[in-house]
């Protein structure tokens, strides 16, 4: 049985209409919840950090979202002005071109430069499973652990395909506990979260954190 949901949760906001209130609210639920962190987007780390003061919640922010092709010194600099501004964690798109490519060295070269930049700041790596087969993916997943990444990342949640249950179990059997396993896209609800959880995912990334966690309530008797 899994406990509950709320500390492998990233509550997350990444909408190019993200206001300011909406972020204060993102916050607040939070802390309420007890979520293991928040995803927000880099230009609201500084308010989030404010915001969630005195608690222990992890402040992720992206880098090269969502499609990744920004330079490698972009990438770099974006990361570090993060950190600077109370990141806790970054959530990093690869460049997608060159990992269908299959340029994994050049891929990996770019997320050791920002490994480096923010250690021990840990780095996720987004690596949009949806347009990876499962050669790929296996191969992403070493390259990965010798780039010195902290969690491979299914989805940007704005793609054609979210997570899924056979991403997870793949990235989770490649990963062997060696690096985390982050599910995000598409996952709203208690029983996708449980199944993905069981399937291996060491986070969850949603913006429906809350409902899972009443949901899971509901399901754990709780709540009537």
């Known amino acids: 049985m899994i406990d509950s949901p709320s500390r492998y949760i990233d509550h997350t906001l990444l909408s190019p209409l993200s206001t300011i209130a909406a972020i204060e609210l993102l916050c607040e639920e939070a802390v ?15 308010s989030a ?8 919640i992890e402040i992720a922010t992206v880098i090269g979202f969502p499609l990744g092709f920004e330079t490698a010194a972009v ?6 002005e993060a ?10 798109v690869i460049n997608q071109g060159l990992a269908a490519d299959g340029q994994l060295v050049a891929v990996g070269q770019e997320i050791s430069q920002v490994v480096r930049a923010v250690t021990p700041v840990p ?3 987004i690596i949009e499973c949806c347009h990876l087969n499962d050669k790929r993916k296996r191969d992403v997943v070493e390259m990965l652990v010798d780039a010195g990444a902290a969690m491979v990342k299914t989805s940007t949640g704005t793609a054609v395909s979210g997570a899924t249950l056979a991403d997870v179990e793949l990235l989770a059997s490649c990963a062997r506990g060696r690096i985390g396993v982050k599910a995000a896209g598409g996952i709203r609800d208690w029983d996708f979260c449980r199944q993905l959880l069981e399937a291996g995912a060491t986070r969850i990334g949603t913006s429906a954190g809350p409902e899972i966690v009443r949901q899971w309530q509901v399901a754990e008797g709780f709540e009537a």
């Not at 990438?75 to 570090?80: D, N």
Request: net charge positive; proline share 5%; hydrophobic share 45%.
């Open 49 to 56: 950090v404010a915001r969630v003061y005195g608690s222990d």
């Open 32 to 46: 309420e919840f007890g979520f293991k962190g928040i995803c927000v987007p880099p230009c609201h780390v500084r």
């Open 83 to 92: 950190v600077s501004l109370g990141a806790t964690e970054i959530d990093l």
């Open 75 to 80: 990438k770099v600099f974006a990361s570090s």
């Open 123 to 125: 780095v996720k790596v």
